[in-house]
């Protein structure tokens, strides 16, 4: 377990500004992470094997995107007991999101709401700092695995997104255990566009034929999900409708909807909530998705994991493997080792 328990720092980290948190957070696990310092906040990974699509995760509990948007952590991250990691959301080009601030805390409600806009530092920078993790090295036989999101530039028109898309899954490709292409965040204006049915069927065809152009070229086929459901059967099944692993969908991303946090500090803030108050939301949503995609196509559940209890009933809901974002600020690392511990009980009956 680690040596500096959250629970000291969390008020340090909670009087400052959320995104001097954050950044604070970010530049000091970046230094820390290739020293023996690991120990004060680095927890073990609970070994529970689980295969889907195709990739082996040491657990099944993950880090969603969001973050680390520049992949400046992986090592760092993988220390505290992650089965996987997603970082980015990754642009083509660097840009600076949306004006501060863009980050707010609703501790009464164990919540965030965040405006960030895809701020990242562009594909160059990020795919340099994928290819100096050491992490798949440090993992003995069974390393974590490395997801990696991406999306489009807010200048570049929405005519024009599937370039973006393409541009950066050519870049991230070689790199990654899975790709994430990422069109549901609310903070990218126009940006969730691309889930209607047309929009969404163009996008996927496109990535669908780079994904195996590249697949030749590298010699691996990685697996693609996608923050959305509709349309995906074509491209993740074979003609007898069986998933074949090739695409999955991540459930789910922010709300707008502020009903569970009605009158609190900062709740009338513009962006995506995420937090304890969308956990009933996710969970159901999963539900109708894995009704709807049958029992053998990948999930991933996101949205509201703030306990051991909550990550279970992510699994009970349909999601295959979990992620957690605002319960790792909330509790720190010691979540990812309890969630990880519950989910391995449950399946064990």
Known sequence: MSLLPYAVTRPFLFGLDPEAAHELTLKSIARLQHSPLTCLYGEPRVHDPYTLAGLQFPNRVGLAAGL??????IDGLAAMGFGFVEVGTVTPKAQAGNPKPRMFRLPKANALINRLGFNNDGLDTFVANVQRARFRSQGGA?????????????????ERATEDYLTCLDCVYPHADYVTVNISSPNTQNLRSLQSDDALDALLGAVAERRELLAQ????????????AT????????????ATGAMGVIATNTTLSRTAVEGLP???????LSGAPVLLASNRVIRQW????????PIIGVGGVLSADDAVSKIQSGANVVQIYTGLIYHGPSLVWASARAIQAHAEG
């Open 266 to 272: 900062h709740a009338q803030e513009a962006g995506g």
């Open 68 to 73: 680390d948007k520049n992949a400046r952590c």
């Open 231 to 242: 349309t995906l059967m074509r491209y993740g099944a074979d003609g007898g409708g069986q």
């Open 290 to 297: 894995r009704a709807g995609l049958g029992k053998s196509f």
């Open 217 to 228: 070229r590298h010699g691996r086929r990685i697996p693609v999900f996608v923050k959305i």
């Open 142 to 158: 069974s390393p974590m695995l490395l997801g990696l999101n991406i999306g489009k530039n807010a200048s570049t028109p929405m």
